[in-house]
């Protein structure tokens, strides 16, 4: 496990137990709405920096949404734009 932060009264730690794909960096301009439909994996959506919707709700930068397989789904995307990470879970 590696430290985020030298203070030992933050324990703001980080532990990746698994990186199921590599993920893809995306940046949307603001007003966009991209549409994933159905599929046979799980979606992760890990938001970088700006503000988006997914699934109803508001995701702001730090923010995470999960989209289970079969389900259709948009991001749209907030006033100021947003970059965010996509991973496709793969059930290897």
Do not use: K
Request: net charge negative; proline share 4%.
């Amino acid at each position: 496990m590696r430290t985020l932060v030298n203070d030992p009264v933050v324990a703001d730690t980080i532990s990746v137990t698994h990186v199921p794909v590599v993920p893809q960096l995306m940046h949307a301009d603001a007003g966009t709405e991209l549409r994933w439909d159905a599929r046979t994996v799980d979606h992760h959506i890990v938001v970088v920096s700006g503000t988006c919707r997914v699934l109803g709700r508001r995701i702001c930068a730090g923010g995470t949404a999960y989209i289970p397989a079969g389900m259709d789904h948009t991001v749209a995307v907030g006033a100021w734009g947003c970059t965010f990470f996509s991973v496709d879970e793969t059930t290897a």
